[in-house]
């Protein structure tokens, strides 16, 4: 599923425009962008109107109660029962293929995602993973100014991945889910990350799709185990099979059926299609 990094770098272009991330790595990540988004404004001027008589600002963690968690496949609906939940950090180790699923639900739905410090997801693998391009910025190296730019693209986008290239230090962790928490973001992560609400950890499995010398992978069994705090304190597992496809005109998540070997073994043969190497 991985791409060249090359593929990353005209949406991270296109995305650095000026002013948008800061460059003082001095600076605290909650106090890096000042600009709100339209729909954080407009939460705020919402707040306002419905207390008019009150002086005090719209309290942190209400743009997350007031907008709907994000969709995620039906199969992982058993570990995510909520789906991914606004203000929420989630990880997820092991496995970029499961991360890139994610997204492309949650995009399907009409969200917007970056992936920050993942250089090797780019847009051809995001494509193929069913992520809606038009709404993807790739930030492949931050350097070392990662916090701050996950805290910038957190208070304008509706899910952030972060990954093993992002250098951030377990404060900077802390700060940016406090921030994730405050503006209603969904923040991923493809490492380990303290604290985090939700760990899916993703355990090798089969691969499918390779016969007798011939053929290419196909679909991959893998088992999903789920630890965290709150509800996602219960260890929980699912088997699921890769790739699971979303639909993007409504959103709602399709699971392949997974072929039997010796079907994929005729497929195969009558395609001409030969593994090397």
Do not use: K, Y
């Amino acid at each position: 599923m991985a791409a060249s990094e090359r593929d990353g770098a005209p949406a991270a272009a296109l995305f650095a425009a000026p002013g948008a991330v800061p460059t003082d790595r001095t600076a605290q990540p909650h106090a890096a962008a000042t600009d709100r988004t339209v729909p954080s404004r407009a939460a705020d001027e919402a707040w306002t109107r419905s207390h008019p008589g009150s002086a005090a600002t719209r309290p942190a963690g209400v743009l997350a109660a007031e907008r709907p968690p994000l969709p995620v496949p039906d199969r992982l609906a058993p570990l995510l029962p909520d789906g991914l939940r606004r203000g929420a950090t989630t990880a997820v180790v092991g496995s970029t293929s499961l991360v890139l699923t994610m997204l492309a639900h949650a995009c399907a739905g009409g969200a917007w995602a970056a992936v920050v410090g993942q250089p090797t997801v780019g847009l051809l693998a995001a494509a193929e993973a069913g992520v809606a391009l038009e709404r993807l910025a790739l930030v492949p190296r931050p350097g070392q100014d990662a916090a701050t730019v996950v805290a910038a693209l957190v208070d304008g986008i509706d899910v952030v991945l972060v990954g093993p290239d992002a250098v951030l230090t377990d404060t900077d962790r802390r700060r940016l889910s406090a921030r994730a928490r405050d503006r209603g973001a969904v923040l991923l992560s493809s490492v380990a990350w303290p604290g985090a609400s939700t760990v899916l950890t993703v355990e090798a499995g089969r691969w499918w799709g390779v016969g007798a010398g011939d053929g290419r992978l196909r679909t991959h069994e893998l088992r999903v185990t789920r630890s965290g705090r709150g509800g996602s304190a219960v260890p929980l597992s699912v088997d699921l099979t890769l790739p699971l496809s979303a639909d993007t005109s409504t959103g709602t998540p399709v699971a392949p059926a997974v072929p039997t070997a010796p079907a994929e073994v005729e497929e195969q043969a009558a395609v001409g299609l030969r593994l090397v190497g």
